[in-house]
């Protein structure tokens, strides 16, 4: 397979390598209210390896993966500097680039691992699970208020707002810190906004990242 390597918007690499993707789950109430899910008191995390990176703006080919693979549009905070039991000032300053990505989950899968009470890797950590976009520089974004979306065949299907977010970005990264260590080319992806479903062969799909990276890509 491929090696994903992390690129800035302008298409040129970010020299950092991608070790792992930490993922947050249930960090918006609408989303988790969808699936059916309590929201937790405490951020529910997991991790996607790194072989599960691809390009999102590459198509995405799912032929022959098990049941359905559902979309979840994601912020993906790009982290610069080690960060291990840091403070919020630390966390800031580690942020190097946002961009979106999709978490793809095998929904059917992770329904029937979870109520099996097993860890969902198998739905969430296969080849091709975790397109990521190219990164923006963080100095373009002056405040912690973005905005993000999802549009599927032209039809707005998810729209995402950090100030929905249970657990905000920096006091997330201080919280993983304080568990295991992130390292420059980590990726953390922030929670889906509520809207979630499935994808489907030949739809087209434009993610949005304010005004600063409009991604296409379609299924194949
Ligand atoms: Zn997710």
Redesign the pocket.
Request: proline share 0%; hydrophobic share 10%; aromatic share 0%.
């Given at each position: 397979m491929e090696l994903y390597q992390h690129h800035w918007k302008d298409g040129t690499p970010v020299h950092l390598p991608l070790g792992k993707v930490v993922?947050i789950?249930r960090n918006y109430a609408e989303h988790a209210k969808e699936l059916n899910n309590p929201v937790p008191s405490e951020p529910l995390l997991f991790i996607k390896p790194a072989s599960s990176a691809v390009h999102l703006t590459r198509p995405l080919d799912f032929q022959g993966r098990k049941g359905q693979v559902h979309f979840?549009t994601?912020l993906a905070v790009l982290i610069g500097k080690p960060l291990t039991n840091v403070s919020a000032s630390e966390a800031q300053a580690a942020i190097l680039g946002y961009g979106l990505a999709l978490?793809l989950t095998l929904r059917d899968l992770q329904s029937q691992l979870k109520d099996k009470g097993h860890p969902w890797e198998r739905a969430k950590a296969f080849d091709g699970a975790c397109p990521l976009s190219p990164f923006v520089a963080a100095e373009h974004f002056p405040n912690d208020h973005i905005t993000f979306s999802l549009d599927i065949n032209e039809q707005r299907q998810q729209s995402g707002d950090t100030r929905d977010m249970l657990f905000p970005i920096v006091p997330l990264l201080v919280h993983i810190s304080r568990h295991f260590t992130l390292l420059p080319g980590d990726v953390v992806?922030t929670?889906?906004p509520k809207g979630v479903g499935p994808l489907l062969s030949e739809q087209t799909l434009k993610l949005q990242l304010e005004d600063k990276l409009s991604v296409f890509t379609k299924v194949v």
């Open positions: 993922c789950g979840e994601e978490d992806l929670g889906t």
